[in-house]
C-alpha cells in the first residue's frame, strides 16, 4: 500500500540552527500537508502544496514539493525553542479525504 | 467556533470493558476520521466517514466501531476493551484547508 516515510525521526538542535526534515511517497501524490504537534497537543495543519516544484513560504518556515511529486521538505531556518514538537508530513490515501501521515520528525531545541 | 470538539480528555478502562469517544465538529464538514496515535508510530486511520449514513474502515479498524447519524457527531465505539488499545485518539473533520483536529482522548486499558 502506499506509504509516507519521513527522515530523520528525531533532531536535536541548539537555538538558532536551521532544521530541515524530509518526506518522501512510495507513489506521486495530488498535494501534500504538513502538520504539527506540540507536545501533549494535537496535530495542527500548517500548508498544504499542490504543484510539481512548488515552494511556500511562512516566516522563517521553508515547504517544498518536488519535481516528480513524491517527495516534500520542511525547512525552518534559525530556530526558536517555540518550534519545539512533531513534524509530520500527510499525503492522500486511497480513498477521498483519506490521509496517510508519515511517523514525524520530533524536533528538540536546546536554549 | 469551537471547531472540533473530544471527549473525556482522559480515561481509563478494564479489560473487556465498552465505551464510546465523543466527536462533535461544527464547521458543517462532511469527512470526518478517527485516528490513534502511539509512540513511534505516527497517526493511524482507524474509520473515516465522508457524510452522514457513510462509514468506512481504515488502516486499523479491528475493536472499534462507529456511526454517522449526523453531519456533526462521529463516535468511535470499543467494543471490548484491550491493553493494545491503549493509545491516545484523535478525531479529525475536514474541508478545504488541511484536517482540523480534536485535542484527543488519553486512553489506557489496564
Partial sequence: GQQVMQIPQYQHVQEGEDFTTYCNSSTTLSNIQWYKQRPGGHPVFLIQLVKSGEVKKQKRLTFQFGEAKKNSSLHITATQTTDVG?????????????????????????? | NAGVTQTPKFQVLKTGQSMTLQCAQDMNHEYMSWYRQDPGMG???????????????????????????????????????????????FCASTGTDGYTFGSGTRLTVV
Wanted: aromatic share 10%.
Fill in chain 1, 86 to 111: 512533531t513534524y509530520f508530513c500527510a499525503g492522500p490515501g486511497g480513498s477521498q479525504g483519506n490521509l496517510i501521515f508519515g511517523k514525524g520528525t520530533k524536533l528538540s531545541v536546546k536554549p
Fill in chain 2, 43 to 89: 497517526l493511524r486511520l482507524i474509520h473515516y466517514s465522508v457524510g452522514a449514513g457513510i462509514t468506512d474502515q481504515g488502516e486499523v479498524p479491528n475493536g472499534y466501531n462507529v456511526s454517522r447519524s449526523t453531519t456533526e457527531d462521529f463516535p468511535l465505539r470499543l467494543l471490548s476493551a484491550a491493553p493494545s488499545q491503549t493509545s491516545v485518539y
